[in-house]
């Protein structure tokens, strides 16, 4: 029996009573009970229903009424029913005394995607897949706080749960939209944009590695075998991406785990959904490389002032053993000012050579065997180059910069084997190929109404990176400086070759130590970090659905194979997709990611990740499984590349109108009862927040001063980084410090780790007499009120009063370790924060007066500026949208 037989049946059945009693139906609709009663009581099933009907019936029930409501793309049809019990009423006379029981019920409006039309296996796939929470209405311009009191964890795809138990981890892969749409129409008519984000090659604490002769993968479509797939019996697999019928290789039915035969579903590659292959001679164009590191450095005049080759030259001693690799990692140094200076390290001599290369136009190896040399074996020598290298350019009077010819020759020098380059530059290069003008006119920073050089100035460095990324090559830059250096060109050298780019604006040795500590950090990590060499990443979907655009630091090799000559743990990807067939007949499609590289210890291995969704058929189900974050992470990636095509203005118009055109058609679509205010399905609550935040993100603002460079670094690291690292740049948390308790706490290791709840973003949610902690991602800023809790002063920051706290306490970027439990507490808790990531934040302490005050409140994003609308006004923008 359908719903709505069952309902008609319902409704006949009442209605064959005697009128009468009807006006008690009428009123008590009237005072209806508040919505939130319909959806509490929504798991209410059919069988109780039926229950209900027989017992009223028996006891001679006179009327129901019944009232239905649209709301958040359902029907949700309540039913208010009253019990009229003959014989007491006759033996009053009166009609009055009725004893009435009210309920809801929740029949879904789109009733396609019911139980009789799954598979047994997918009936969980049903109606209570659909979180009702996801869907409550929210009312933006009413509810104020919307941000939950801790992390926002993604939505959770509507799986059967078997399937979602094995499912890979977000924070390796997720998607948009957890549910995909049947089709490309449905698809535009939700206005959300549908692409995956990657955390690929992620540092993983458990990590299934297979060893096989064999790697089973779909024959027609080169999938490899996954939790996804369906096995039609013991010999036979179906491949869930192009459903071809595969055999089962002999050597699958033995399994290695539980050692036993016979078993080929209990194989690692069908239980785990993120699992590495050690791969045969096949993935193998060439033996696997070596381990082979290069690093290019600035010792010009400006280089030296700065003081970095000290901390470069000092990480590295510290660091050379830590470095992955096995007995053949290579290492080779070239320094550059106007000319370019080589190191012959070879082993016999008595000390490094230094070889000058003055020729920059035509630029030439001068002895090519013995740039690069062995490590193990020559680990002396690269320790005196290390020690001696600072004081060698001390006096130079050098001012020009050949970074042009520096890379050529590295790119030489490392043509044979692939590798990786580490490029230091603290100046626009100016002198010979590829050398740059500055373009930036601080004068213009505020007031022009379009940010001008946002493209590269010269093809060179793209064209050296795709050089490079033909030979395997990748090149990482370190931009220290205190001028323009040209970021938008120089950083098309690591884009194009899958490298990185570290950034520290006004590096200065004694001036800045804050950005020296980071530097110190950041490089250690570098160092150290695993690496992956001559890589690709092939992602592939299921039949219908297709990848078109990508996001991150790579070449597109082909249409989905892109090139990575090194791959590290904290690179993150972004890919558009499309639908390009109707996905009718299907209820999960799946993705899947492959990453070939080459690790330090010269194995071939393969990473598999694969992800597998619900499809959907209806735009209330879409919106439900819409992830905010991500579909914020992908927008931001995608308004980076439209800034640089179009203009900055037209890509923040893009993201206005992605809110805007949202909400929209949930409002018209999803919406049946109108009501005033600017609706959110609750899963979306936080999408005009996080726009409003990208368009006051360093990236992408307008008015205040910002910086040529900064603006692309931020670009940069918006098509780069992890998502969860995006999301703290784009939306910072912040925290009140001053009051922590051990009320609950996180307890990890024996450390208890206090939670205090996120606060919205507003200088109202600031107190004179807190201290508040906001969590920037690479920055995180201590404010301290004036009238600051002493207590605080005292315990945590070891200071008798508010005048005490250091200016800028920029030089001591850790607090005091004082024995005191405020201070284990804060101190545990900033820890927590910053092991969350594999960089280092640096923490500023920010007094009212300090001059970061500025910076601090520029994450204010909810208030209002100069220049741009505070968040409640933005929502007023927004909700004349829509209502239009
Ligand atoms: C692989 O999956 C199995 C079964 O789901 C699970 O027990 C095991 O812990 C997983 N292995 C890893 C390393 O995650
Ligand atoms: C934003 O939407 C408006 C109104 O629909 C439209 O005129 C404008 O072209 C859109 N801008 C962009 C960049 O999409
Ligand atoms: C952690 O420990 C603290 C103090 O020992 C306690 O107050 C807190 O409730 C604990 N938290 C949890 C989640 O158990
Ligand atoms: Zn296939």
């Known amino acids: 029996m359908s719903n709505k037989t069952f309902l008609s049946g319902l409704i006949s059945c009442f209605f064959s009573s005697p009128v009468g009693i009807f006006l008690f139906g009428q009123k008590a609709i009237n005072s209806a009970e508040p919505r939130s009663a319909c959806d509490t009581s929504g798991s209410m099933s059919s069988e109780t229903w039926v229950n209900f009907l027989y017992w009223g ?45 009210h309920c809801a019920v929740l029949f879904p409006a789109q009733t396609s995607a019911g139980p009789a039309q799954l598979s047994p296996s997918l009936a969980g796939l049903s109606l209570q897949s659909q979180t009702p929470e996801a869907l409550r209405v929210v009312n933006l311009l009413q509810e104020r706080n919307l941000l939950p009191p801790g992390p926002i964890s993604p939505p959770t795809p509507c799986l059967p749960q078997d399937l979602q138990k094995i499912n890979c981890h977000p924070e390796v892969f997720r998607s948009t939209l957890t549910s995909i749409p049947q089709t490309q129409s449905l698809l535009n008519k939700a206005k959300l944009p549908l692409g995956l984000l990657l955390h690929p090659f992620k540092d993983l604490t458990q990590l299934p590695v297979v060893t096989s002769s064999t790697i089973v993968r779909c024959r027609s479509c080169r999938t490899y075998i996954n939790p996804f797939v369906s096995f039609l019996d013991q010999r036979r697999w179906k491949c869930n991406l192009c459903y ?21 579903h209990k194989r690692p590659e069908v239980q785990n959904a993120t699992i590495e292959f050690i791969a045969p001679s096949e993935y193998m164009l060439r033996p696997p490389q070596p381990a082979v590191y290069l690093f290019v450095l600035d010792v010009s005049h400006n280089a030296v002032e700065t003081g970095y080759l000290d901390v470069v030259c000092q990480s590295l001693l510290e660091n050379i053993n830590s470095l992955p690799g096995d007995s053949r990692t290579k290492i080779g140094f070239i320094t550059f000012d106007s ?42 020598m690269v320790q005196d180059l290390l020690k001696s290298l600072p004081h060698m350019f001390g006096k130079t009077m050098e001012t020009q910069s050949a970074l042009g010819p520096a890379l050529q020759a590295a790119f030489k020098l490392l043509s044979p084997t692939g590798g990786r380059v580490s490029v230091f530059q603290t100046q626009l290069p100016n002198l010979g190929v590829g050398s740059l003008k500055s373009r930036e006119d601080p004068n213009q920073r505020a007031s022009a109404k379009d940010i001008q050089h946002l493209s590269p100035a010269t093809d060179f460095y793209k064209k050296l990176a795709l050089d490079c990324s033909g030979q395997q090559v990748a090149v990482d830059l370190f ?40 530097f110190q950090k950041d490089l250690k990590r570098y160092l150290t970090r695993k690496i992956g060499f001559e890589a690709v990443m092939r992602i592939r979907c299921t039949k219908g659905l297709s990848i078109h655009t ?21 690179a993150g990807f972004a890919v558009q997709m499309s639908i390009e067939e109707n996905l009718v007949d299907m209820q999960v499609v799946s993705f899947q990611a492959a990453l070939l590289y080459t690790s330090s210890k010269g194995e071939r291995r393969i990473r598999v990740h694969t992800l597998c969704l619900p499809v959907v058929n209806s735009l209330s189900d879409i919106f439900a499984g819409a992830d905010v974050q991500a579909i914020t992470g992908l927008l931001a990636s995608m308004a980076v590349d439209r800034s640089v095509t179009a203009s900055l203005s037209d ?37 005009p927040l996080y726009i409003l935040a990208l368009l006051k993100q360093k990236a992408f603002r307008t008015g205040t001063s910002t910086k040529l460079d900064d603006r692309v670094f931020a670009m940069c690291q918006l098509k780069y980084q992890p998502l969860a690292y995006v999301m703290l740049m784009i939306h910072p948390a912040l925290y009140r410090v001053d009051d922590l308790t051990d009320e609950g706490a996180l307890n990890i290791s024996e450390r208890t780790i206090p939670q205090p709840r996120v606060q919205q973003l507003s200088v109202e949610k600031l107190s004179r007499e807190g201290a ?25 920051l070891g200071v008798p009063s508010y005048p005490a706290v250091p200016q800028n306490m920029v030089r001591n970027t850790m607090l005091p370790e004082l024995d005191t439990a405020e201070s284990q507490r804060t101190r545990a808790f900033i820890g927590w924060l910053r092991e969350q990531r594999p960089f280092f934040p640096i923490l500023h302490v920010v007094r009212d007066e300090s001059p970061l005050k500025a910076s601090f409140m520029q994450n204010m994003i909810e208030d209002r500026t100069e220049s741009a609308l505070s968040y409640y006004e933005f929502l007023l923008h927004i909700q004349q949208q829509v209502s239009k």
């Open 339 to 380: 000319t370019i200076h080589f190191y012959n390290l070879q082993e016999g001599l008595s000390q490094p050579q230094m070889l000058i290369v003055s020729d920059i136009e035509d630029i030439f190896l001068p002895t090519p065997d013995s740039l690069l040399v062995n490590l193990d074996e020559c680990t002396e």
């Open 57 to 101: 019936k028996y006891r001679n029930t006179r009327c129901c009424s019944l009232s239905l409501f649209r709301s958040m793309g359902r029907v949700l049809t309540e039913i208010l029913i009253w019990f009229k019990w003959l014989l007491l009423t006759r033996r009053q006379g009166s009609l009055v005394r009725c004893c009435f029981i």
């Open 550 to 570: 990508f996001h991150g630091n790579f070449f597109v090799r082909s249409t989905d194979l892109l090139s990575l000559p090194n791959v590290n743990p904290d």
């Open 244 to 264: 071809r019928v595969n055999d089962v290789p002999e050597e699958f039915m033995y399994n290695p785990v539980s050692r036993s035969y016979g078993e080929p």
């Open 651 to 687: 890509a923040r118009d893009a993201m206005t109108n992605a809110s805007i055109d949202s909400l929209t058609s949930y409002r018209t679509s999803v919406l049946t009862i109108q009501q005033p205010g600017l609706l959110a399905p609750a899963c979306l609550r936080l999408f």
């Open 479 to 518: 931009l220290l400086s205190s001028q323009y250096c040209d970021l938008a060109s120089l950083g098309c050298i690591s884009r194009y070759s899958a490298g990185s780019v570290y950034y520290y604006p006004s590096y200065h040795q004694q001036h800045n130590p804050a950005q020296v500590e980071c």
């Open 772 to 796: 508040f902690l906001m969590d920037a991602g690479s920055v995180i800023y201590l404010w301290i009120g004036r009238n600051c809790n002493p207590n605080f002063l005292t315990q945590v």
